[in-house]
């Protein structure tokens, strides 16, 4: 059976500083990045036991079991390749232009993820997502790993605001984590998930 594996970084645990030191980039990749992937695997060979046992009795637990790990696996997967240790400002190009029709100019834009990122209350995430039903940029808070989303959602620029991405840096002060986010934006990742999103979601909900 094919398991999940953690996925090996493009860039040295140190290339983010300052926005993000050496010592939380291991932390959070090693260890809690790990402990998703492990729970996933976990997830899905329970449920394969159960499927040859015949037994669902705990088929409730692991099904959200799967859902919370596999989230957190994929939602660090994408986070990972969102940031790069040198960056542009902002988008350019088709993205550029669809954040502009979308949310009027980049600086609101700006704003409303930061407000988005900001307001969570416990752990989740901020992300930009396209919204395959009705083919727009929208921004969404992500509860914990899996929770509050659109079910068309496909994100394309992810910030982790769990205290285990933070904390050791910035402590409670979330809004200087989230101002030095933007300095370490692959824009080049997300506009590639941009596209890639355009073009293999479009019509599939409607037929």
Same mark, same amino acid.
């Given at each position: 059976? +094919?398991? @999940?594996?953690?996925?090996?970084?493009?860039?040295?645990?140190?290339? #983010?500083?300052?926005? =993000? *030191?050496?010592? =939380? &980039?291991?932390?959070?990749?090693?260890?809690?990045?790990?402990?998703?992937?492990? $729970?996933?695997? $976990?997830?899905?060979?329970?449920?394969?036991?159960?499927?040859?046992?015949?037994?669902? +009795?705990?088929?409730?637990?692991?099904?959200?079991?799967?859902?919370?790990?596999? *989230? !957190?696996?994929?939602?660090?997967? =994408?986070? %990972?390749?969102?940031?790069?240790?040198?960056?542009?400002?902002?988008?350019?190009?088709?993205?550029?232009?669809?954040?502009?029709?979308?949310? !009027?100019?980049?600086?609101?834009?700006?704003?409303?993820?930061?407000?988005?990122? &900001? !307001?969570?209350?416990?752990?989740? %995430?901020?992300?930009?997502?396209?919204?395959? &039903? $009705?083919?727009? #940029?929208?921004?969404?808070?992500? @509860?914990?790993?899996?929770?509050? =989303?659109?079910?068309?959602?496909?994100?394309?620029?992810? #910030?982790?605001?769990?205290?285990?991405?933070? @904390?050791?840096? @910035?402590?409670?002060?979330?809004?200087?984590?989230?101002?030095?986010?933007?300095?370490?934006?692959? %824009?080049?990742?997300?506009?590639?998930?941009?596209?890639?999103?355009?073009?293999?979601?479009?019509?599939? #909900?409607? $037929?």
């Amino acid at each position: 059976m +094919t398991s @999940y594996k953690l996925p090996e970084l493009s860039y040295d645990y140190s290339a #983010l500083e300052p926005s =993000i *030191s050496a010592r =939380i &980039m291991e932390l959070h990749h090693s260890k809690h990045h790990a402990a998703y992937v492990a $729970g996933a695997n $976990g997830a899905i060979e329970q449920l394969a036991e159960a499927r040859e046992k015949g037994d669902f +009795t705990n088929i409730n637990k692991l099904q959200k079991d799967l859902a919370f790990h596999l *989230s !957190g696996h994929i939602n660090h997967s =994408i986070f %990972w390749k969102n940031l790069a240790p040198t960056n542009s400002d902002r988008p350019e190009g088709e993205l550029a232009a669809a954040i502009i029709e979308f949310f !009027g100019s980049f600086e609101a834009f700006q704003a409303h993820f930061n407000a988005t990122a &900001m !307001g969570i209350q416990g752990s989740g %995430w901020a992300f930009l997502a396209w919204d395959s &039903m $009705g083919e727009r #940029l929208i921004v969404e808070q992500l @509860y914990d790993q899996q929770s509050n =989303i659109a079910t068309a959602s496909v994100p394309l620029l992810m #910030l982790d605001m769990w205290e285990h991405a933070f @904390y050791l840096d @910035y402590q409670n002060v979330k809004a200087d984590y989230v101002k030095a986010f933007w300095s370490i934006v692959n %824009w080049s990742d997300v506009q590639a998930r941009f596209h890639d999103a355009g073009t293999k979601t479009k019509g599939l #909900l409607l $037929g």
